[in-house]
């Protein structure tokens, strides 16, 4: 029985093709896995995880109010400025002593707006650490043989 020439490499490139998807598939499960991403962090392993559960629930319960504090703040400041609430005069009075203070409107605006994203995006991240940690021990919690 006589070989096609070239057959040989064609079934060893498939060899090695099905072994790179089969190794892929792997390491993108060993990604995604359930073990993995329950997980703590190092930087959840040094900060919430050293926390009782009380006062995981009771900080959670805090940055929720608190962000929530930070948006009413926000829209209120918002509504001051749509019905005419002259801010610029009240940052030329605090920064300057009622003398003209270039760009005073846009620091009037931009120096809120800086402050509530950067308040927001510091209680979101606060807030997304310890809901996990909430996930992760109850996980645990829930587990068979735990």
């Known amino acids: 029985m006589a070989r096609e020439p070239g057959h040989g490499a064609e ?13 892929i598939g792997a390491a993108l499960a060993a990604r995604v896995s359930p073990e993995r ?5 190092l930087f959840e ?28 703040v926000w829209i209120g400041f918002l509504v001051s400025v749509v019905l005419g609430f002259d801010w610029k005069q009240v940052v030329r009075d605090a920064l300057n002593s009622g003398r003209p203070v270039e760009g005073a409107f846009v620091l009037a605006l ?11 995006s510091l209680i979101g991240f606060a807030r997304w650490r310890l809901q996990r940690e909430l996930w992760r021990r109850d996980v645990e919690r829930l587990e068979p043989g735990a």
Do not use: Y
């Not at 079934?11 to 190794?23: P, T």
């Not at 991403?37 to 962090?41: F, G, P, S, V």
């Not at 929720?64 to 948006?71: D, H, N, V």
């Open 110 to 120: 931009l120096l809120p707006t800086l402050i509530f994203l950067a308040a927001r």
């Open 37 to 41: 991403t329950r997980r703590a962090t």
């Open 11 to 23: 079934r060893e490139w498939r060899s090695r093709a099905g072994q790179l998807r089969v190794r």
């Open 45 to 72: 392993r040094l900060t919430v995880r050293r926390l009782s559960w009380d006062l995981v629930v009771r900080c959670n319960r805090f940055l929720e109010l608190a962000g929530k504090l930070a948006t009413g």
